[in-house]
């Protein structure tokens, strides 16, 4: 890069992150859901 | 707008050896890692559809046995989903974007090398559920078709449980990816690129990953409570114990119809680069089109269970799902018609991946049109599970997925590798899998229509013809990606040089920073923000 166009770099780590612990989240929270159906699904006896 | 080429030269080198891609952190290798993967899961699913094929070219039974078909089926469909499109829109995703939006790399390079590595290992599961049936004692191989309905597959073998294994391993190496990808998106962006410059790709795969971060999960969840059902006594899925099988359905379609969104949404994102670029003229409504998508990704989420309209659902959710279905059409069509404007006086010359443009305006079109008679519920009452249904599908997951990604491979080559690839070779080959497709998969709208039903390893003599046809279609189909191979081989090991920014038109409307770099860019790319003009 031309020596007077730099622009300073950020450091996004802390948000990368950020975003990607809430994506995950939401993918958990997704991925329990079905189980609910647990009510009586379940053989008792 | 100025590049970036000649910053840190102190570590521009890539490792030696197996640790530059066993430990890759580098957006580019992984991209390749990828898309290498990809090619050769195509031609494992091909080999599977050509042995289809040759099984399908005689009505009885010629060389598969009939559990043996149904299991090369559902592999070759998941294959080709999972194993194919999936990574190779990843790989595009992770060479591209970060060269497009001026990011040095992904977002989270450590998650992007496991995001790759669970690849490999969850197709040698896959490959095992397939081969353990040859193991006496392990029961009946996967035969339910890539749908996975229970109660089959509670009953079926050891296979099915290496199969949930392959779809966990799946489901976290794709979630791990899109969350990467977003998070590029959101966050990496050079400074002063906003959302709305960023390339149509870029747009595409926004949604995707958030499509795929919502979606995956309940697939993961449900092949689990198959496992359970399976194994620890659960009753999900089972009347018997007051479970029901059709929650299995819809917890599969609620990932399933998406699903077609997301093989199908990169593709169109190449699309929005490559029509632009071959036209001479700025993509025609930017902005609409990433609202279409944006449309898309709301109604693909709630349209599921047009896919089981067959199995006895309310009036009230039959009409739901049948207008929902009709609605989504709508901003398909649009994007079709947008994509037709940008070409309309433009000054197009046909290069590969233009050929590849067009022949997909037109044959998914096809596919939509076949759609909209799929979702009407009477008229699906009679087209369900036959070959019809293999036939839209095919018009759109080939032209609508595949060959978007093979116009962004010519596309992208030159880039890829700094070499031009053939073009009278790139022409060959898109007319010979063109016409070779066309073979194959249009008379199975025949066959499907007078009733010869999909997943069923013989059929009666009067459909005998259509599938001869369609065989030697596919025969031809699957030889001329012998020659898309050699394509790629030749233009990684040499040719003519190409310039950083080999299509003249490719600037146009967007601010393509990844037209910027040399071809091949460096190793490390971006590590200081460019400045946009
Ligand atoms: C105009 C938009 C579309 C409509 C209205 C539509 C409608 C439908 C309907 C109603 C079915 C169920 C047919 C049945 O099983 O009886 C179906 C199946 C399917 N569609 Fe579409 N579709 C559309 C576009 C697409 C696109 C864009 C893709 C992929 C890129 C796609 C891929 C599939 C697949 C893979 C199946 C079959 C899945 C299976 O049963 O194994 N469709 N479509
Ligand atoms: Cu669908």
Redesign the pocket.
Known sequence: MNENNEIEKKDMTKANIWIAVALGIIALTVAITPFFYLNNAVITG | MSAVTHEEHHHDEPPKGFKRWLYSTNHKDIGTMYLVFALVMLFLGGAMAMLIRAELYMPGLQILDPDLYNNLVTDH?LIMVFGVVMPAAAGMANWMIPMMIGAPDMALPRMNNMSFWLLPAAAVLLVSSLLVQFIPGTGTPVNT???LYPPLSVQVGLGMDLLIFTVHLLGISSIMASINIVTTILNMRAPGMKMMDMPLFVWAWFFTGLLLVIIMPVLAGGVTMLLFDRHFGTSFFDAAGGGDPVLFQHLFWFF??PE??V??LPSIGVLGLVIPTFSRKPLFGYKPLVYFMGVLFVLGLIVWA??Q??IGMSLGATMYFMIG??M??IP??LMIFNFIFTMWRGSMTFETPMLFAIAIILM?SF??????M??VVPA?LQ????YF??A??HY??IP??VFGLYAGVFYWLPKWTGHMYDEKLGKIFFWWTTLAFNMTFFPQHFSGLAGMPRRIVDYNIQFIEFNQISSIGAFAFGLSHLLFLYIIIKTVKGGEKAPAKPWDGAQIGTPGLEWTLPSPPPFHSFTTPPKLK
């Open positions: 469909a078709g890539w749908t399933g119809h077609v969104y093989l199908l047009h896919h309209y067959t279905t009709i989504i059409s398909i069509g998914f596919a939509g049109v076949t759609g909209v799929l979702a699906d087209y369900h599970d036959t249904v293999v839209h599908f759109a997951l609508g997925a």
